[in-house]
Each structure stands twice: as C-alpha cells, then as structure tokens.
C-alpha cells in the first residue's frame, strides 16, 4: 500500500484517535493509554460505534468505505492483552514502539520526534528499573504452571455468570468483556497456544492493578485465582503497614466473599489458615494481624514476609528460588483449597 494522504482526528466518536489513510482507503483507530486500564465494555463500544455506521463521516466530511483497523495503544504497563486480542485489536506496547522509533532516531530531525523518542526511552527505562519487570518475568513463569482445568473454569464461571443473569439483562451481558473472552479463549485453549501467549506477556491467571484505599493506595501482582466454589484463592504481592512502616510481603489470599456474613468469613479464613500451616508449617505463617473483609490474606510466605524488590532484582538465584516457591504455592492452593 502506497501512503499518499494521511489526516489525524481526536475524539471522534469518544475514539482517542483516528488516522485516516489516502481519503479513506484505511482509518487506523488508535486507543491509547499509558498508565490506565480498560474501563467496561469500553474496546466493544469503540469498535461498534464506528463499524456499524453506514458512512463515516468526520468533521462534515464524508470518507469512501474503507477498511477499519483497530489498535490498542500502551506505553505504560499492561497486566494482559487478553482483552483488546478478544475484542480483535492489534496491540502496540511499549517495547515494540521503542524499537520502531530506534530505527529513526538518527534520521529525523524534528523536535517533535526527538522530545517523544526520549520520552518513551526514559519512560522505559524507569518502567524495566522497576519491580514490574520482576513481576513479568515470574509470571509468564506461573502461566504456564497454571493446569489447563484451571483456565477451564476461568471459562465456565464466566458462562455460568451470563446464563444466571435476568433475561433483560442477557443480551447486554452477551457482548461483555466476559464473554467475549471465553470466546476468545474457547479457541486458544490448546497447551501450545498458552505457551505462546506466555512468552508474549499475554496472561490468563495474574495481573496487577492499583488498589485504592483510604491510606492512598498501592499497586498489588495477583497470581492463580483458584475457583473452589464458595471461595476464590490467590497469591497476592501486596502492601501493608506494620507499626507504621510500609512494606510488601507475598501472602495467601481468599476473595469473593461477598455474600458472607463476618462469622463466615472468620470461620473460612481460620479453617484455611489452619489447614495450610499445620500441613507445611516450614512454609506458611500467620499474617501480623487478620481483618475482616470480602477478601483477606489467611497466611504469608515465611521467607517472604518482607520483600526487597531491588535485592530481588539484581539477584538470579535469589529470583530463581521465588520462581520455586511460587510454583510450589500454586500446587498447595490447588490441594488444599477445597
């Protein structure tokens, strides 16, 4: 394809946004983010809102039917793409920016250029001098330790979520994220394929997000999310706050405990603190202290009750015996979970 004609639009339908390529050839939509995720059923509103229309028209100006391609743009750090892959967006990160812009950056003269192109390498360099490029490295590790029932559940809790839902409410929730991902993942689930998505940083059980709170917040990693039915459980590096002093620790974690009561939760939590510290005691450790909530930490990792995130880094086999642990953890969850 020969590039003649090239216009960008801002905003144009709610798209942050619009190449149009030679009058309308091409319109390359371009969603991008830096540090925030995807709000709901945002990538499936974008694309609608522009495929359906019959004639797209710009700022009064009609455009010929062109081929409509969708990209999902992220500088910052992304815990999957999974769900712009589902809602079938090309997906450029950071990296992959960073090494197309390496082969101009001594050919173009531009400030313009030249101010983005430092942006994005200093960008990158605070971003890999970071715990984030730990966390990648151990959790396309886990991924693919994750057993393949696992990932099958992933997939029917989601199904059974839609078909529970009210009749009204059905059709909406047929073009959710959730289901379009069990769409997506219904044709990816062979063992090689995971592998793949993998190696690519494309992650099916882990993520990490910002966790508000009223003390300002923190970032926290998630790995696993077993179903066991009446609960979820994970491991979770997260922060806390000991005497006043910040720190992160790796702990155990059980979630979806919204429709217990606060003895429930207790009594859950006992029983798989108990469990997990009286079957691997050389392990397991009870939290500084237990809260109430729908979702609490039930033990801590004993080598890991404080983390040093930069020791950790620039220490291989200190990395290598994390990457063990972890493994070994995700097995006990998925045996003593029940």
Known sequence: MKIETVEIHRQYKHIDVVLVINEGEYFICVEDK???????????????????????????????????????????????????????YNTVNRESLLELLNHYSDEIESDIFKN???????????????WYSLYKELTKELTLAFPEKELKKTINSWEQWVDNLEDSKKQKAKISDANIKIKYLKNHMDKNRVVELAEDYIFIKSHF????NQRGGFRAFY????????????????????????????????GKLNDNNNDEKKEIRKRLYKKFT????????KPTRFSVGNSMAFAVLKDYQEINFEELQNNESKIDKLVDDLKRTLNHLDELGE
């Open 209 to 212: 997000t910002y966790v508000p």
């Open 223 to 254: 790995w696993g999310n077993y179903n066991k039915g009446e609960y979820h459980i994970y491991l979770q590096i997260g922060y806390y706050k000991y005497k006043g002093v910040p720190k992160y620790r790796l702990a155990l974690r059980v």
């Open 116 to 130: 983005y192109y430092n942006y994005i390498v200093k960008l990158n360099e605070d971003k890999e001098s970071s």
């Open 34 to 88: 830096v540090d925030s995720g995807i709000n709901s059923n945002q990538l499936y509103r974008y694309k609608n809102n522009i495929t359906k229309k019959e004639k797209i028209i710009i700022d009064d100006k009609e455009y010929k039917d062109g081929e409509v391609i969708f990209c999902y743009f992220k500088t910052g750090d992304q815990n999957t793409f999974l769900g712009p892959l589902a809602h079938g």
């Open 278 to 285: 009286e079957e691997y005691p050389e392990y397991y450790v």
